[in-house]
């Protein structure tokens, strides 16, 4: 890989640059919180930010202005290491194991937490980010409808995306199909649960993507830059900077809108345009993959169902956006010159089924003809 | 009836078709092209089996088609012709042009 | 190409009269077959070759990286049966190497697998389809050679690169010992031509070509060769004084067209009606992604430029292989690319863009990351000197073509 650019000092002071937040992993085992996978061992001494430097961290965000925060592991933080956080406006990011002891933190559950009994109490009025598995897809909506009224905001993010093929991505439109009914009752009921990937386009007049490298950055525990968290546990050549020297993002025009052609034109607005993932994909900061595409799609077009049965239940839908109707789930194919691209075609709408009238008339119609075939048998006997 | 002169330069634009015979008259050019040359990769082994059976059962069939398609247009669009001489099609332009034998 | 037949005539012809009475010159035609819109696979059969051209992006020659049969038939197979993904109505196999006709014998046993299976299976692409060759020459008379483009005589297109000038082409295109080429190319090129009157052959110019462009040019029209592809390379080859060299040159070439009356048999691609306007739309003009190369491993790049031989400064960007087939997702970037994602602003709103050509290969091999999206603009001053010398020739050339002794002139088909 290319070696790290030289950092600059003078690059927090970029015209232009919009860093508004600064992540901070406080140790090497911190919980995963995104489609990037951690599978350091528990937290120890030596895997933790050390204290100076995380002194240094809240001290460059608020000199910064940028807001922080701090990605937990499963272990409490030290009391110092505590009193330091504490110094600055921040967010919390724990794993389930500490949302008793970090009330106001967002709580990242598994797969597998949702089902824990304690999960469900630790969610109540909580934002909450749910990693599934693909193996979990297929029960997906059963594993979300619990929560639906509990939590005050649900983040879902479907793992190893990359990895999904043509009926993995099907079997996801189904789930989200299943989260309409119970989403649209518990909006009727005035106490649901936003779930970003049915409710966050219906308010959304543009694109509201992560926005890792322009809008925030990631700062590892050896002091180390990144553009996102995902980049930290890869090449350690993926590092743009670090907190001492400052940084430096070359071609960082690729992580914007102007330079992602696919994007650019694409109306998912609630989709995360994760770079990490269209790094890991696609190869490239501004492509993302088939299945990110498509996925966001089904969202989108999700989106607008719930908007129906939200009006069908008379809830006031004015205010929300309507997404219009699309004839295509990947919007590479609809850029001029990509014929080439694979395409993943709209499931069709089920036909409904016959109705008892058209089955009797077809029965008849059937013993028409073999009434007719009978006569015109016996009549050339005869 | 006098019989028309002769052109006076090798070829001569005589008619033009349109672009949806064009495209026929090419396909039926480039299909027998591609049939006289998949035979010429035949092994003569392979001269008494079904493929080349249907091979060159096909390629009568488009030989006929392709002269039926000159014949058929010539007499559609009034082409000018004089003995000797043959009718070649330009597949950028549509356009006919009679050339001298 | 003609097809005799009594009393009908099928045949490409490409001379014609524009619709504004002017005389269309070579300059005018069109001779992309399919309008440049078939699918390109390039095989790359051999890293063998026997020559040790200067510029040539294939170093590390050798005789022991050969496609088999076997990977060959694999890629047909795949290209012949995922007919979802390859809805191209045409398809040209471009073999390449090293020399290509060092393989004759594969070509030729390849050429025949395909005619067959697509015949067998059906496939659109029995009906369109062509073989292309890139060689140095060298073989072209050899019997085996002859043979197969008899035999394959209808669908074959075979460029012969020579570089012009013995000269130049000895700068360059030379043996292992550094003894030049040229006389052992240029005695197949009457051959050549007389199987393909309408040939056209592709010149390659860097620094040390720039003072032989005229020349060389001029030299393979006197040889028979009406249409010369020319263009610069992208890499970082250039110069202070390379634009100033280059202009001069084409300059000098825009008079000799015009006084000569060159134009209406012989063209270069150096010239063009649409060089030097503003871009019309936000387009890829390369083909990275859209065509296909294959090495002899049987692994695929977007381009043959992407493979590692090609490159000088990235590791190879592969697709997929014969076996696994395409990664769909590899592919995207290539199939979204356009102007504006990988341009600097400074060639978005160039004012005389078109025809500035970029190549998503150079872009990887000289981005500061791995990526095709920073475009690699070394031959940008190169490009203003060619609008320059676009504008003097057409000035030119239509002042001439609209002289009153030049309308009286009779048709030339």
Redesign the interface.
Request: with cysteine.
């Given at each position: 890989?290319?070696p790290s650019?030289p950092a600059r000092a003078d690059a927090w002071n970029r015209v232009g640059l919009d860093l508004q937040q600064l992540i901070v992993l406080t140790d090497a085992a911190a919980v995963s919180f995104c489609h990037y996978r951690n599978r350091g061992a528990r937290p120890t001494a030596a895997s933790r930010m050390p204290l100076r430097r995380l002194s240094r961290v809240v001290a460059l965000a608020n000199k910064r202005k940028l807001q922080l925060q701090f990605v937990l592991g499963a272990e409490p933080l030290p009391a110092a290491h505590e009193r330091q956080i504490d110094q600055a406006p921040h967010v919390k990011i724990a794993p389930l194991a500490l949302a008793r002891r970090y009330r106001d933190a967002v709580i990242v559950l598994d797969g597998n937490d949702l089902a824990r009994p304690d999960a469900i109490r630790q969610a109540r009025a909580r934002n909450l980010i749910v990693r599934l598995e693909k193996s979990q897809i297929s029960h997906a909506a059963d594993l979300l409808i619990p929560y639906l009224n509990a939590a005050r905001r649900i983040n879902v993010v479907p793992l190893d995306v990359?990895q999904y093929g043509h009926a993995d991505v099907e079997e996801y439109r189904r789930q989200l199909q299943a989260l309409e009914t119970p989403v649209a009752a518990a909006c009727a009921a005035g106490d649901a649960a936003e779930l970003n990937v049915l409710s966050d386009r219906l308010s959304l007049g543009r694109m509201n993507n992560c926005g890792a490298g322009v809008h925030h950055l990631t700062c590892a525990p050896d002091g180390q830059l990144y553009i996102c968290p995902g980049f930290c546990y890869g090449d350690k050549s993926a590092a743009v900077g670090n907190v001492e020297e400052g940084f430096e993002i070359?071609?960082a025009q690729?992580l914007g809108l102007?330079?992602?052609?696919?994007c650019?034109t694409c109306d998912a607005f609630h989709c995360k345009r994760c770079v990490y993932l269209n790094a890991k994909?696609?190869?490239?900061?501004?492509?993302?993959?088939?299945?990110q595409c498509v996925l966001a799609h089904h969202e989108r077009n999700a989106s607008r169902s719930l908007r129906d049965a939200l009006a069908r239940l008379g809830v006031d839908v004015s205010r929300l956006m309507t997404p219009p109707e699309l004839p295509y789930l990947d919007p590479?194919t609809a850029?001029?010159?990509?014929?080439?691209?694979?395409?993943v075609r709209a499931a069709a709408a089920p036909a409904p089924p016959p109705s008892d009238r058209e089955i009797l008339l077809k029965i008849l119609k059937v013993q028409e003809e073999i009434l007719a075939e009978l006569k015109k048998k016996k009549g050339d006997r005869s | 009836m006098n019989k028309p002169a002769a052109p006076k330069s090798p070829k001569k634009s005589v008619g033009k078709v349109a672009p949806a015979e064009r495209d026929e008259i090419r396909r039926l050019h480039e299909r027998k092209n591609a049939l006289v040359e998949l035979l010429k990769s035949l092994s003569t082994d392979e001269e008494v089996n079904a493929l080349y059976e249907r091979l060159i059962g096909d390629l009568g069939a488009v030989t006929t088609a392709y002269h039926d398609w000159w014949n058929l247009k010539s007499r559609k669009y009034q082409w000018e012709n004089i003995p000797g001489a043959k009718w070649e099609i330009d597949f950028e332009t549509c356009e006919i042009f009679l050339v001298a034998g | 190409m003609r097809s005799p037949a009594p009393n009908s005539q099928v045949g490409e012809r490409n001379t014609a009269f524009a619709a504004s009475g002017r005389r269309r010159t070579a300059f005018d035609r069109s001779r992309d077959w399919e309008g440049g819109k078939a699918k390109t696979v390039t095989m790359i059969l051999t890293e063998n070759c026997q020559l040790r051209c200067r510029y040539c992006y294939l170093v590390g020659k050798n005789s022991h990286h050969r496609m088999s049969f076997d990977v060959a038939r694999r890629t047909v197979d795949y290209l012949l049966r995922e007919r979802e993904l390859f809805k191209d109505r045409s398809l040209i196999w471009d073999f390449m190497g090293g020399e290509p006709f060092l393989e004759i014998d594969l070509i030729d046993r390849i050429s025949d697998y395909f005619k067959r299976q697509a015949y067998e299976t059906g496939h659109w692409w029995f009906d369109s389809y062509r073989f292309s060759f890139a060689t140095n020459g060298i073989l072209y008379d050899e019997p085996r050679v002859q043979r197969y483009l008899e035999k394959n005589f209808r669908h074959v297109s075979v460029g012969i690169t020579i570089d012009g000038t013995p000269g130049k082409h000895n700068l360059q295109r030379v043996y292992p010992d550094g003894r030049g080429s040229y006389d052992d190319v240029v005695r197949n090129i009457p051959l050549w031509l007389r199987q393909f009157p309408e040939a056209s052959t592709k010149v390659t110019i860097s620094r040390a070509d720039l003072p032989h462009v005229k020349d060389s040019i001029v030299h393979l029209w006197e040889l028979g060769i009406k249409n010369i592809h020319a263009n610069v390379v992208f890499e970082n080859a250039w110069d202070a004084d390379s634009d100033k060299i280059l202009e001069d040159q084409l300059l000098a070439l825009a008079d000799h067209i015009v006084d000569y009356e060159t134009y209406m048999e012989h063209s270069c691609s150096f010239f063009a009606r649409h060089i030097g306007r503003p871009n019309p739309e936000n387009r890829n003009w390369c083909g990275a992604g859209k065509m296909l190369a294959v090495d002899h491993a049987g692994v695929f790049y977007p381009c043959v430029r992407f493979a590692a031989f090609s490159l000088q400064n990235r590791p190879p960007l592969k697709i997929g292989d014969c076996v696994a087939g395409i990664d769909a997702n590899l592919l995207r970037p290539f199939l979204a690319l356009d102007l504006v994602s990988q341009s600097p602003p400074e060639c978005i709103e160039c004012d005389i863009a078109a025809g500035c050509a970029w190549c998503q290969g150079a872009n990887y091999d000289f981005a500061d990351t791995a990526t095709i999206y920073q475009r690699a603009t070394y031959i940008c001053r190169l490009h203003k000197a060619r609008v320059r010398a676009n504008r003097y020739f057409w000035d030119r050339l239509d002042r001439k073509l609209a002289a009153p002794e030049e309308r009286q002139r009779p048709s030339t088909p």
């Amino acid at each position: 890989m290319t070696p790290s650019p030289p950092a600059r000092a003078d690059a927090w002071n970029r015209v232009g640059l919009d860093l508004q937040q600064l992540i901070v992993l406080t140790d090497a085992a911190a919980v995963s919180f995104c489609h990037y996978r951690n599978r350091g061992a528990r937290p120890t001494a030596a895997s933790r930010m050390p204290l100076r430097r995380l002194s240094r961290v809240v001290a460059l965000a608020n000199k910064r202005k940028l807001q922080l925060q701090f990605v937990l592991g499963a272990e409490p933080l030290p009391a110092a290491h505590e009193r330091q956080i504490d110094q600055a406006p921040h967010v919390k990011i724990a794993p389930l194991a500490l949302a008793r002891r970090y009330r106001d933190a967002v709580i990242v559950l598994d797969g597998n937490d949702l089902a824990r009994p304690d999960a469900i109490r630790q969610a109540r009025a909580r934002n909450l980010i749910v990693r599934l598995e693909k193996s979990q897809i297929s029960h997906a909506a059963d594993l979300l409808i619990p929560y639906l009224n509990a939590a005050r905001r649900i983040n879902v993010v479907p793992l190893d995306v990359e990895q999904y093929g043509h009926a993995d991505v099907e079997e996801y439109r189904r789930q989200l199909q299943a989260l309409e009914t119970p989403v649209a009752a518990a909006c009727a009921a005035g106490d649901a649960a936003e779930l970003n990937v049915l409710s966050d386009r219906l308010s959304l007049g543009r694109m509201n993507n992560c926005g890792a490298g322009v809008h925030h950055l990631t700062c590892a525990p050896d002091g180390q830059l990144y553009i996102c968290p995902g980049f930290c546990y890869g090449d350690k050549s993926a590092a743009v900077g670090n907190v001492e020297e400052g940084f430096e993002i070359r071609n960082a025009q690729l992580l914007g809108l102007d330079h992602a052609p696919i994007c650019r034109t694409c109306d998912a607005f609630h989709c995360k345009r994760c770079v990490y993932l269209n790094a890991k994909a696609t190869r490239e900061l501004n492509t993302p993959s088939w299945q990110q595409c498509v996925l966001a799609h089904h969202e989108r077009n999700a989106s607008r169902s719930l908007r129906d049965a939200l009006a069908r239940l008379g809830v006031d839908v004015s205010r929300l956006m309507t997404p219009p109707e699309l004839p295509y789930l990947d919007p590479l194919t609809a850029l001029p010159g990509a014929a080439a691209a694979p395409r993943v075609r709209a499931a069709a709408a089920p036909a409904p089924p016959p109705s008892d009238r058209e089955i009797l008339l077809k029965i008849l119609k059937v013993q028409e003809e073999i009434l007719a075939e009978l006569k015109k048998k016996k009549g050339d006997r005869s | 009836m006098n019989k028309p002169a002769a052109p006076k330069s090798p070829k001569k634009s005589v008619g033009k078709v349109a672009p949806a015979e064009r495209d026929e008259i090419r396909r039926l050019h480039e299909r027998k092209n591609a049939l006289v040359e998949l035979l010429k990769s035949l092994s003569t082994d392979e001269e008494v089996n079904a493929l080349y059976e249907r091979l060159i059962g096909d390629l009568g069939a488009v030989t006929t088609a392709y002269h039926d398609w000159w014949n058929l247009k010539s007499r559609k669009y009034q082409w000018e012709n004089i003995p000797g001489a043959k009718w070649e099609i330009d597949f950028e332009t549509c356009e006919i042009f009679l050339v001298a034998g | 190409m003609r097809s005799p037949a009594p009393n009908s005539q099928v045949g490409e012809r490409n001379t014609a009269f524009a619709a504004s009475g002017r005389r269309r010159t070579a300059f005018d035609r069109s001779r992309d077959w399919e309008g440049g819109k078939a699918k390109t696979v390039t095989m790359i059969l051999t890293e063998n070759c026997q020559l040790r051209c200067r510029y040539c992006y294939l170093v590390g020659k050798n005789s022991h990286h050969r496609m088999s049969f076997d990977v060959a038939r694999r890629t047909v197979d795949y290209l012949l049966r995922e007919r979802e993904l390859f809805k191209d109505r045409s398809l040209i196999w471009d073999f390449m190497g090293g020399e290509p006709f060092l393989e004759i014998d594969l070509i030729d046993r390849i050429s025949d697998y395909f005619k067959r299976q697509a015949y067998e299976t059906g496939h659109w692409w029995f009906d369109s389809y062509r073989f292309s060759f890139a060689t140095n020459g060298i073989l072209y008379d050899e019997p085996r050679v002859q043979r197969y483009l008899e035999k394959n005589f209808r669908h074959v297109s075979v460029g012969i690169t020579i570089d012009g000038t013995p000269g130049k082409h000895n700068l360059q295109r030379v043996y292992p010992d550094g003894r030049g080429s040229y006389d052992d190319v240029v005695r197949n090129i009457p051959l050549w031509l007389r199987q393909f009157p309408e040939a056209s052959t592709k010149v390659t110019i860097s620094r040390a070509d720039l003072p032989h462009v005229k020349d060389s040019i001029v030299h393979l029209w006197e040889l028979g060769i009406k249409n010369i592809h020319a263009n610069v390379v992208f890499e970082n080859a250039w110069d202070a004084d390379s634009d100033k060299i280059l202009e001069d040159q084409l300059l000098a070439l825009a008079d000799h067209i015009v006084d000569y009356e060159t134009y209406m048999e012989h063209s270069c691609s150096f010239f063009a009606r649409h060089i030097g306007r503003p871009n019309p739309e936000n387009r890829n003009w390369c083909g990275a992604g859209k065509m296909l190369a294959v090495d002899h491993a049987g692994v695929f790049y977007p381009c043959v430029r992407f493979a590692a031989f090609s490159l000088q400064n990235r590791p190879p960007l592969k697709i997929g292989d014969c076996v696994a087939g395409i990664d769909a997702n590899l592919l995207r970037p290539f199939l979204a690319l356009d102007l504006v994602s990988q341009s600097p602003p400074e060639c978005i709103e160039c004012d005389i863009a078109a025809g500035c050509a970029w190549c998503q290969g150079a872009n990887y091999d000289f981005a500061d990351t791995a990526t095709i999206y920073q475009r690699a603009t070394y031959i940008c001053r190169l490009h203003k000197a060619r609008v320059r010398a676009n504008r003097y020739f057409w000035d030119r050339l239509d002042r001439k073509l609209a002289a009153p002794e030049e309308r009286q002139r009779p048709s030339t088909p």
